[in-house]
């Protein structure tokens, strides 16, 4: 699989329309067989319900708007067609669709993650291989460059990308004045940030770590620079370094100075993602570490005027600001016993080709991971979404998340592990112990 990605904005293919004509039928029997027209028959569209599980579950951001827009233009072209919408918090996802997956029940499009968290599904034979739709109007040349690689398996792509993005600081600019706060470029001058903004009685940095893939996005950032670059996971994975090594303990020891220094809210395991997101959305914290795919709903915000952005910054002057976790975006994979599978296929392939521009008419294009035909400039494209496109323009590389990256019994352990250096220190000896252990026993 290719690590490196391209951020770029080329042509889009054109969206695909259909009309529908239908008349009507004097009784059951002609309803069934469908509309005479002369000696010939066109039979009537069988009703179909293709239920689209997904993780945007807040009307408001324009996640959902692009969602619901795309699907009511769908249903009203197709009629015989209705989509049932299961929208989810992330973590909610993920648990449903592991019981699902156990009785086999996968729904008929749902989410998934890139690389390792997806191929147990694929191992299980519950997606449907995507590669005759990709190649329907040459949908596959939508897509960025390499992006496609993380979600396919034995030259078979099983899911479709929302996004290509990379994890990146938003700070409140208003509230860094007011504390003297200065946008940092070393860890030791964000703990000093953190500290002037308490002062000030300023929330510095929200989280919503009850969704424990929040804090090991941070924490694995924290490793990418004490590891002064990417491939720790890689090499542990190939035995070429343990969990024990020097680089996994300083990183476990500069989080919990994060931690301790007090930077997060009170009840920060107890808030979910969506909660966390709001208390930056709303003023009520100074910092906002996520991926890129936020930027539309925080410059859709009350703040968003008031928001800029930084890149993690080096520890203990390690690592390369250009050097970022890549966040290949979750992707819509279809169930390979879906009913309806033909039409979910007609669906999904509607779906993406409407993506990208939707997308960039709602200024949410930026961190699609599809080609955009537009001008995001001239198109009235805020400064905060300007300042995300030139810091994907200068990507360098960087890692996966940690449950992309390694088995799922071991994620679990990781993503437990850090959880709870939100609630007590721990020895990074003992955190790094930890995960060692879960590695040897799930191997």
């Keep these: 699989m290719r690590k490196s990605l391209k951020w770029m904005n080329l042509a889009l293919a054109g969206a695909l329309t259909l009309s529908l004509a239908a008349c009507g039928s004097s009784s059951k029997e002609d309803e069934n067989k469908g509309t005479e027209t002369g000696t010939e028959t066109t039979p009537k569209a069988e009703n179909v319900t293709i239920t689209f599980q997904n993780i945007y579950p807040d009307p408001e951001t324009p996640s959902y708007k692009i969602m619901k827009q795309i699907v009511d233009q769908y249903t009203k072209d197709h009629p015989n067609v209705k989509i049932e919408l299961d929208s989810l918090n992330t973590d909610q996802q993920k648990l449903k669709l592991k019981t699902q997956a156990a009785s086999k029940e996968v729904p008929d499009i749902t989410i998934v993650n890139p690389a390792a968290q997806m191929k147990p599904f694929v191992d299980a034979g519950l997606l449907a291989p995507l590669n005759d739709m990709l190649e329907k109007d040459d949908l596959k040349g939508t897509f960025q460059e390499g992006i496609l690689d993380f979600y396919s398996f034995d030259n ?41 903004l308490k002062d000030k009685g300023i929330t510095p940095l929200v989280i919503g770590e009850k969704d424990t893939w929040t804090g090991s996005f941070l924490f694995m950032n924290t490793l990418l620079r004490t590891n002064g670059g990417p491939g720790f996971l890689k090499d542990v994975v190939d035995g070429k370094k343990t969990f024990n090594d020097p680089a996994f303990e300083s990183a476990v020891a500069n989080f919990e100075k994060l931690v301790q220094a007090g930077a997060f809210q ?49 520890v203990d002057g390690k690592g390369d600001p250009n050097e970022y976790m890549l966040a290949p975006g979750s992707a819509f994979a279809i169930s ?14 509607y779906f993406m080709q409407q993506y990208p521009k939707v997308s960039f008419d709602m200024k949410n294009a930026v961190t699609v991971a599809q080609k955009v035909d537009g001008d995001f ?13 030139a810091l994907k323009g200068n990507v360098k590389g960087g890692d996966l998340s940690f449950d992309n990256t390694m088995n799922p019994s071991t994620s679990q352990v990781h993503l437990t592990s850090i959880q709870n250096l939100f609630v007590q220190q721990v020895d990074p000896k003992a955190v790094a112990k930890e995960h060692q252990t879960a590695f040897e026993s799930n191997k």
Excluded: R
Excluded at 271 to 292: I, Q
Excluded at 336 to 349: G, V, Y
């Design 156 to 196: 078979n792509t099983y899911a479709l990308p929302d996004g290509n993005n990379v994890a990146v600081v938003f700070y409140n600019k208003k509230l860094f004045e007011q504390a003297g706060a200065k946008v940092p470029t070393t860890f030791d001058e964000l703990l000093a940030d953190v500290k002037l």
């Design 266 to 314: 009170d009840g920060a395991t107890s808030m979910d993602y969506n909660a966390g997101e709001n208390l930056f959305k709303t003023g009520k914290s100074a910092m906002y570490f996520m991926g890129t795919w936020a930027t539309g709903a925080i410059d859709a915000s009350s703040v968003g005027p008031d928001v800029g952005v930084f890149q993690f910054p080096t």
């Design 336 to 349: 390979a016993n879906s009913k309806h599978l033909q039409e979910t296929k007609d669906f999904l392939h």
């Design 377 to 389: 400039k001239a198109a009235g494209y805020s400064d905060l979404q300007m300042e995300v496109a």
